[in-house]
């Protein structure tokens, strides 16, 4: 759950000593690279459980768990709002709900589909919901995005990605309510300290 000259000498001892070096070097540099390339972890956006078990149709009962999963987060830590106005200036014209808990009523956008790693190790995976905004009022429109303000590369056609371990981590608990345009300054914000900024949500 988020861009980069050499000298030649004509001393033939200092290129020998530089040749002789650069594959040290050039060994270290590679595995540096290679650690960092390798935190992050393949991942898929599904938009329906029927989605995720066409396209892995020996592991039925993984997308069935890894749905669950992301309806279980959707329910705990979605964005509420006040209102379905609210919501809907958020998120689009029939993309929110009406939900209670505690007693309370309030209103939270459509899981649009769910982030999964990789379900070749059946005991091993991990899945998010996703939202998207379909209001020209969004600095998130048409753009997949998790349920802390996470906005991710590409538009809603996109649905391969590699991503940090901490995409994954679970979001902490939704327990009060936000107005309009609450949601939308929080991803503005977020967008301007960097995609790697993660910080608590809005509503715990």
């Known amino acids: 759950m988020t861009n980069q000259k050499r000298t030649r000498s004509i001393n033939l001892a200092q290129m020998r000593k530089g040749f002789a070096l650069k594959p040290l070097s050039v060994g270290i540099a590679g595995i540096l690279l ?9 991942a898929k956006i599904y938009t329906s459980l029927e989605d995720c078990t066409r396209d892995n149709p020996g592991a039925t009962a993984q997308c069935e768990a890894a749905y669950k999963t992301a309806l279980d987060e959707a329910a705990r830590t979605s964005p509420r709002f006040n209102s379905e106005y609210d ?13 209670e808990s505690g007693g309370s009523s309030f209103f939270v956008p ?3 589909g769910y982030m999964v790693s990789s379900l070749l190790s059946p005991n091993r995976y991990y899945s998010q919901p996703i939202y998207t905004s379909y209001s020209p009022y969004s600095p998130f429109r048409s753009r997949w995005i998790s349920a802390d ?13 590699r991503v940090s371990p901490d995409v994954y981590k679970p979001k902490p608990t939704v327990n009060r309510t936000i107005n309009r345009g609450g949601f939308g300054s929080s991803v503005r914000a977020k967008s301007s300290w960097g995609s790697s900024s993660r910080s608590g949500g809005w509503g715990g």
């Open 87 to 99: 919501c809907e200036y958020e998120f689009g014209a029939n993309q929110c709900r009406q939900a």
């Open 149 to 161: 303000g996470y906005v991710f590369d590409g538009d809603i056609r996109k649905r391969d990605y």
């Open 34 to 42: 290679s650690a960092c390339a390798d935190d992050r972890q393949e």
């Open 110 to 112: 459509f899981m649009a």
